[in-house]
């Protein structure tokens, strides 16, 4: 995709963390293609590797960390090591998250404990240890990537909802705390998205008909946006959740 001169990312070194999504080949690659180097870090059954490669592939330094996005210990260590490994950070994305998807009543307290450690704590935990880096530094950017459930209801989806929930709020308090030591912390709302290719029998689901898009989205979808919210263009820009989701929000 064409870079426009103020999202260039040239220079910058990113960190992104890793889920089983298949996603985050594609906004690590597109970090890459703007210009900057990244550090991968998720666990080993993660897309973690995947992701190096697309970045390789754009001609960027890439490392994988490993890291468990849940422990402190670890997401320090990691923080530190891509520092040293990249010589710096100046953007984190917050990328990893685990769906979920069960009637309240026989959400378990594991279930519910774990999914707020993997989708909340994670970005608390990354937030924590590479901002102490951007503050000493007086600027960086934090891109979190969250979904429409942030503000909209799901049946059968109310742990994932209040996840999504806690991110929003999580992502315009930060900016506000952080906002005058020139660090933006903005989150990006997708809507559904598949990395599998459409065909004629998935443009008949139920889904894809109620979607003014007519169409699942792809990450692809969300590159774009994650490089300007990454950039210095957008400095005027934080505390915000822009969502991206085909249209289905305006059906709320």
């Known amino acids: 995709m064409p ?6 990312l040239t220079g ?10 298949g996603w985050t080949p594609h906004l690590a690659s597109a970090l890459a293609e703007a210009g900057a180097n990244v550090a991968v870090a998720g666990s080993e059954r993660s ?40 010589g710096g950070v100046d953007i984190l994305v917050n990328g990893a998250a685990a769906e979920f998807g069960k009637r309240f009543e026989d959400v378990s307290e594991t279930e519910w404990q ?41 049946g059968n989806s ?9 991110i929003h709020q999580f992502t315009s308090a930060l900016a506000l705390e952080w906002g005058r030591n020139g660090i933006r912390v903005n989150s ?29 989205g792809h990450p692809n979808d969300l ?6 919210l990454a950039s210095d263009a957008c400095d005027f820009v934080t505390g915000q959740t822009i969502f991206i989701d085909g249209g289905a929000l305006a059906h709320a």
Do not use: H
């Open 114 to 154: 774990t999914l707020m450690d993997f989708n909340v704590k994670s970005m608390f935990l990354c937030s924590q240890a590479v901002g102490r880096t951007m503050l000493a530094q007086g600027s960086g950017r934090i891109v979190n990537i969250g979904s429409g459930l942030a503000v909209r209801g799901l």
């Open 3 to 8: 870079i426009p001169n103020e999202w260039d």
């Open 188 to 216: 990006i709302g997708a809507g559904w998205l598949t990395t599998d290719e459409p065909t004629e029998e998935s443009q008949k689901e139920l889904l894809v008909r109620y979607l003014p898009s007519r169409r699942k």
């Open 47 to 86: 897309d973690m590797a995947a992701a190096v490669a697309a970045v390789e592939k754009q001609g960027r330094k890439s490392v994988a960390i490993a890291t468990d996005i849940m422990d402190a210990a670890s997401v320090s260590a990691m923080a530190d090591r891509a520092v040293a490994e990249l």
């Open 223 to 228: 590159a774009t946006l994650l490089v300007y």
């Open 158 to 166: 109310v742990a994932a909802c209040a996840a999504q929930g806690a």
């Open 12 to 21: 910058k070194n990113a960190i992104i963390t890793a889920d089983r999504r």
